[in-house]
T-cell receptor, first 114, second 116 residues
Framework: DTGVSQDPRHKITKRGQNVTFRCDPISEHNRLYWYRQTLGQGPEFLTY????????KSRLLSDRFSAERPKGSFSTLEIQRTEQGDSAMYLC????????????FGEGSRLTVL | AQKITQTQPGMFVQEKEAVTLDCTYDTSDPSYGLFWYKQPSSGEMIFLIY??????QNATEGRYSLNFQKARKSANLVISASQLGDSAMYFCAIGAGGTSYGKLTFGQGTILTVHP
């Protein structure tokens, strides 16, 4: 069990640029989640996948955001035409059904939009 | 819709003493789960404890216990024998039962500082 890994850990970009984050979940977990956390707040749900199917998207996920999990393994979260309000920590987590769906989080990808 | 309220922005405790972090929740789901996570300054979210809405007994995990009072819709975290390494942000979260597992709603958190 190598845990959930995210890449990159930090990304600084200029407004208007596109960015992509990658998440590798725990291999035996069929569910993968993306959350966003801004400074001083708790994480907010963005979207989740079961295998390769995206089952739900939050209304926080504007049209500029897209997430994929093409083979049911790793996932990518792309933000197009970044805005300063996109600056946040993007957290990935994976889960099986154990303990009510306990989430195993990665260390996060911190985005700063200048 | 689900909601978590954590009314204590910050808490202080002396090393080796116990501390209670408050959490109240609101949900219309008949089946749900309550979670506590710890987030140290490094940023990683660490699972601490889980309580299912139908569990008869309060959950315990080592020095952590969850004081679940269903009628009051509260799920307070009790940390016994505090250690310096317990200094961190603590989040309470709720998730619906059934097939929506893993989709959690988090509170705003409580910063715990443990003094030597």
């Amino acid at each position: 069990d190598t845990g959930v890994s995210q890449d990159p850990r930090h990304k600084i970009t200029k407004r208007g640029q596109n960015v992509t984050f990658r998440c590798d979940p725990i291999s035996e977990h069929n569910r993968l989640y993306w959350y966003r956390q801004t400074l001083g707040q708790g994480p907010e749900f963005l979207t989740y996948f079961q295998n390769e199917a995206q089952l739900e998207k939050s209304r926080l996920l504007s049209d500029r955001f897209s997430a994929e999990r093409p083979k049911g393994s790793f996932s990518t979260l792309e933000i197009q035409r970044t805005e300063q309000g996109d600056s946040a920590m993007y957290l990935c987590a994976s889960s099986d059904r154990g303990r009510g769906g306990e989430l195993f989080f990665g260390e996060g990808s911190r985005l700063t939009v200048l | 819709a689900q909601k978590i309220t954590q009314t204590q922005p910050g808490m202080f405790v002396q090393e080796k003493e116990a501390v209670t972090l408050d959490c109240t929740y609101d949900t219309s789901d008949p089946s749900y789960g309550l979670f506590w996570y710890k987030q140290p300054s490094s940023g990683e979210m660490i699972f601490l404890i889980y309580q299912g809405s139908y569990d008869q007994q309060n959950a315990t995990e080592g020095r952590y216990s969850l004081n679940f009072q269903k009628a009051r819709k509260s799920a307070n975290l009790v940390i016994s024998a505090s250690q310096l390494g317990d200094s961190a942000m603590y989040f309470c979260a709720i998730g619906a039962g059934g097939t929506s597992y893993g989709k959690l709603t988090f509170g705003q958190g409580t910063i715990l500082t443990v003094h030597p």
